[in-house]
Nanobody, 125 residues
Framework: QVHVVESGGDSVQAGGSLRLSCLAS????????MGWYRQAPGKQRELVATITSGSSTNYADSLKGRFTISRDNAKNTAYLQMNSLKSEDTAVYYC???????????????????WGQGTQVTVSS
């Protein structure tokens, strides 16, 4: 099994910065991509940014220039640096991890697509 845990959420004032972390753990064989999504109250979950194992990135158009995604492959960790935060960035931020894991040393890798429980980011104006 694979576990995904986000951290770093906090309450900040508009214009401030935060850095979120996403740690994937378990019998991971490989990670194809890690991504950040967010869900504001009363709204659907939306893409923030994704990053592949080769460090190719994709961002929501509205967030380009303010948010930066990065990852440490050795630590199975992804980060989201958020700058110039606005009140509309208030949301629960979720991490998604896709890859393969092995249940035992003799088993073939199995595809997984796992989500964390989310971390709250609140931006006050």
């Amino acid at each position: 099994q694979v576990h995904v845990v986000e951290s770093g959420g906090d309450s900040v004032q508009a214009g401030g910065s935060l850095r979120l972390s996403c740690l994937a753990s378990g019998s991971i064989f490989s990670i194809v991509a890690m991504g950040w999504y967010r869900q504001a109250p009363g709204k659907q979950r939306e893409l923030v940014a994704t990053i592949t194992s080769g460090s190719s990135t994709n961002y929501a158009d509205s967030l380009k220039g303010r948010f930066t995604i990065s990852r440490d492959n050795a630590k199975n960790t992804a980060y989201l640096q958020m700058n110039s935060l606005k009140s509309e960035d208030t949301a629960v931020y979720y991490c998604n991890v896709r890859g393969t894991y092995t249940g035992s040393p003799d088993s073939f890798p199995v595809v997984f697509d796992s989500w964390g429980q989310g971390t709250q980011v609140t931006v006050s104006s």
